[in-house]
């Protein structure tokens, strides 16, 4: 539990610690941005002027140790999620970690055991989960609507989208993968917990790399580095089983030569019903009186957006002492499955998901 007014830290004052500051700053009367750092100080001192931010700090290790910060958001690369959120954690503090949670489920597992020894928050930044369509959705299937949802096909399609060709977004060690690790996560996210959160047991997968290594289907994220390397994918595709029977289909490219509104979908099929999202707009799908029905869902035309809930939503798990709908155990999850997908791809099997461990 926390009284008064969260104290907040920012690792990362690039373009996600810009987000981050952004809306924390609009709950105001919940939280004070305390501190930030960034490995270019002059961003991290724009940042602080922008956003009234009191402390600038010259390390992560600076901020996490800081006396008046509770809660650390990190918004850096992948290969620095794990070492900076146990430091955070084991530091007292509360953590609102970047997705994907960590470059692999092994760093995933340390992130994990270091939030259970801890009586601390710690929320994995999945802001899909709080986009107003899918929340309809969820509050629907909660109701009963679809029924057993037996199965489910996600993804999200760029057609020409490869971000920060040769920096850390194409480098395996760095970012822990292509578009499976970056875009993919978020589906593979919305779609667990809209499913209901089953436990996956096993996994099969393909991952190609056809545009990257010829520097072709670059997108316009990111400066790119034409010194640099690729050596992940740029499409991955699977399938996942779950121990309740149920299966989830997953495909993600950042390149595809295919026709893509490069919106992100999921669409669930229930005993009862079904329910469908892409991009912006989703509909509710069953039968009446013999016929196909369904309903579409709209955003709210006030709708104040994903990401101010994502953060409202950590600022009351640290308030009210409660677990995080995007909690540790959904992150590793996450990167459980997607080591299984690179591993199946690999050895060309069906990979058996280990929960013993």
């Given at each position: 539990m926390s009284e008064g007014k969260v104290k907040l830290g920012i690792i990362g004052a690039g373009n996600i610690g810009g987000v981050h500051a952004s809306q924390f700053s609009k709950l105001q009367e919940l939280c004070e941005l305390t501190a930030i750092t960034d490995v270019y100080r002059p961003q991290a001192e724009r940042r602080a002027a922008k956003y009234g931010i009191k402390h600038v700090l010259d390390t992560p290790e600076a901020l996490v140790q800081h006396q008046e910060v509770e809660a650390v958001i990190i918004g850096v690369p992948n290969q620095y999620h794990a070492e900076l959120a146990v430091k955070a954690l084991e530091a007292g503090k509360h953590v609102l970690l970047e997705k994907p949670m960590a470059l692999n489920g092994e760093e995933a597992r340390k992130i994990y055991e270091a939030a259970n020894q801890t009586d601390k928050v710690l929320m994995v930044s999945h802001q899909m989960r709080f986009e107003s369509v899918p929340m309809q959705m969820k509050a629907q299937i909660d109701r009963g609507e679809l029924g057993r949802i037996y199965t489910a096909k996600t993804g999200w399609y760029r057609r020409k989208g490869i971000p920060g060709w040769g920096t850390w977004f194409t480098r395996m060690n760095e970012s822990g993968g292509g578009p499976l690790i970056d875009i993919g996560v978020h589906m593979l996210d919305l779609a667990l917990y809209l499913m209901g959160n089953p436990k996956p047991v096993s996994v099969y997968g393909a991952t190609y790399a056809e545009f990257g290594p010829k520097k072709k289907g670059i997108g316009t994220w990111g400066k790119p580095n034409w010194s640099g390397a690729f050596d992940v994918e740029d499409l991955?595709?699977?399938?996942?089983?779950?121990?309740?029977?149920?299966?989830?289909?997953?495909?993600?490219?950042?390149?595809?030569?295919?026709?893509?509104?490069?919106?992100?979908?999921?669409?669930?099929?229930?005993?009862?019903?079904?329910?469908?999202?892409?991009?912006?707009?989703?509909?509710?799908?069953?039968?009446?009186?013999?016929r196909p029905f369904e309903v579409d869902i709209m955003k709210p035309e006030d709708d104040e957006g994903e990401r101010l809930r994502l953060s409202r939503h950590f600022l009351a798990c640290i308030m009210e002492g409660k677990e995080p709908i995007s909690s540790a155990l959904t992150g590793l999850t996450n990167n459980m499955i997607i080591d299984a997908i690179y591993e199946s791809s690999r050895t060309g099997n069906e990979v058996k998901l280990d929960w013993n461990r």
């Open positions: 991955a595709t699977a399938l996942i089983k779950m121990e309740d029977g149920s299966s989830l289909s997953l495909e993600v490219s950042w390149a595809v030569h295919m026709d893509t509104d490069n919106h992100p979908f999921i669409h669930l099929m229930g005993t009862e019903g079904g329910a469908s999202y892409r991009g912006p707009k989703g509909k509710l799908l069953t039968e009446k009186f013999d």
